[in-house]
């Protein structure tokens, strides 16, 4: 059975996980949505495809460019999962 200690260290592992592994894909999104809305700004062209699609476009080359790092950060998380090292079971 397991305590509250590890319940918590398993939840806390998991939420630092998602974090790091959703990190560089929306920091792409939010760097092209600033840009966007800058350049949205300055030219007064205020289409909401205008805005979208190039966000979509970038973090979609951003998730192909970064999954062997993400892929590899997965399987460590599931090798210490199943090793049971977050707290030790």
Known sequence: MMDMTTALDIGREALLTTLVIAGPILGIGILVGLSIALLQTLTQI????????????????????????????????????????????
């Open 46 to 89: 205020q289409d909401q495809t205008f805005s979208i699609v190039p966000k979509i476009v970038a973090m979609f080359g951003a998730a192909i460019f970064f999954v062997p790092w993400l892929a590899n950060r997965l399987v460590e998380y599931a090798q210490e999962m199943f090793a049971g090292g977050f707290g030790g079971t």
